[in-house]
């Protein structure tokens, strides 16, 4: 076993989950690789302390500049928002640092590309943070597709909704502000990604975007939102089939709406992440009268599932996917190897995302410009 030093930079929501998955990685899978957390970065001296003290980490900074040049940290995580990615890993890879960086990968296209740049120009592990497509349940879709289980994929449906904004009385925040903190910045990304993952890259869509509650409270009287709550896409994948993917923050009813049906020519998959240790398959056999679909209870069967439990039907949760995502990231830098997905299939998401906005401002179809080479 080998010690390996971690920065992360934020340490709210997913700089919490990130430094959870770091110190537990290494007993749950037993990796070679063994994370020590050397330094939380914050916006705040006070706020950075917080977090050092809550988390274990042995020390703190408000400034990522100075996480990123500590030669502690051997890997940085990029847990902050969008628009501070590019730069933190821009001068990590300068120093031949490792990152795993959040979803959506840069602020813009962009930002995007020129983060791939830097990544391949370093000769450096890269990995984009997309968690939900790690669960076994998903993994395990990705597994019965590939080996042809349900044939030929001739239809996707995907969506990630859910309902924090709802409510039109909630006040205009950061989460109102500017396109990264809409629905296309923040929830589209991972149905996305787990698009791409499971049928394919996208040759053309169409799409529409749109802003349900225009206007919110704000201090000095209704504030004009200036992103959209909820966004559709049609497409037409490079291997022929049809799709539909939805997004929205402002489903009624829906928590983590992360859930896709795929229909093939011997079957299909039906799975939603509010019920994620189960997968629906149904498959083209046998009488009529006996074929439905059938609920598969994750297990130590399925993908990265034993190391958390020997227990059929005892279930993951979201923590869980971030400890896997640290294991796989790992993994990479053990081997050095990439895992996908590296910055550059998040790059493919942010290039439909893009196309997306595209489209549904000129109200038409568009190509999606060629989808890059993966470690898919």
């Not at 037993?30 to 809550?54: D, F, G, I, K």
């Not at 990439?338 to 196309?355: H, S």
Request: glycine share 10%; hydrophobic share 45%.
């Amino acid at each position: 076993m080998m010690k390996i030093g971690i920065g992360i930079v934020g340490g709210g929501y997913m700089g919490k989950a990130h430094a959870v998955a770091m110190q537990a990685v290494g007993a749950v899978f037993n990796t070679r690789l063994r994370p020590v957390l050397e330094m939380v970065c914050a916006t705040t001296p006070a706020s950075a302390e917080t977090y050092r003290q809550a988390y274990g980490f042995s020390r703190a900074t408000s400034d990522w500049r100075v996480l990123v040049a500590d030669p502690l940290v051997q890997a940085v995580v990029i847990a902050s928002p969008q628009e501070t990615h590019r730069a933190i890993a821009e001068a990590a890879f300068a120093l031949g640092k490792p990152v795993l960086c959040e979803k959506p990968l840069g602020a813009s296209l962009g930002d995007s590309a020129a983060m791939v740049a830097a990544a391949e120009m370093a000769g450096v592990i890269n990995m984009t943070g997309f968690n939900y497509v790690r669960t076994p349940a998903t993994q395990f879709a990705r597994q019965l597709i590939a080996t042809g289980q349900i044939g030929d994929v001739v239809w996707f449906r995907g969506e990630h909704t859910e309902d924090f904004f709802a409510d039109a009385t909630l006040p205009a925040s950061w989460r109102t502000r500017g396109d990264a903190n809409g629905t296309m910045g923040d929830l589209a990304p991972h149905i996305i990604n787990a698009a791409l993952a499971l049928v394919g890259p996208i040759a053309t869509l169409s799409a529409e975007i749109e802003t349900v509650h225009r206007t919110r409270p704000g201090p000095n009287g209704p504030e004009a939102v200036t992103n959209d709550d909820q966004a559709q896409i049609m497409c037409r994948f490079a291997n022929g089939a049809m799709g539909h993917l939805f997004f929205s923050r402002v489903a009624l009813g829906r928590k983590m709406g992360y859930a896709y049906e795929i229909t093939g020519t011997k079957g299909a998959i039906r799975f939603d992440q509010e019920d994620q240790n189960a997968l629906w398959l149904y498959l083209a056999e046998g009488p009529e009268a006996l074929r439905g679909f059938r609920k598969i209870l994750t297990g130590p069967e399925h993908p990265d599932y034993l190391p958390f439990c020997q227990g059929p039907g005892h279930g993951t949760g979201y923590q869980d996917q971030i400890i896997i995502e640290a294991h796989d990231f790992l993994r990479a830098i053990d081997t050095g190897k990439p895992v996908w997905p590296t910055f550059r299939d998040g790059l493919d998401v942010m290039q439909i995302v893009a196309t997306a906005r595209q489209s549904s401002a000129q109200k038409a179809w568009l190509p999606v410009p060629t989808a890059s080479p993966t470690t898919r």
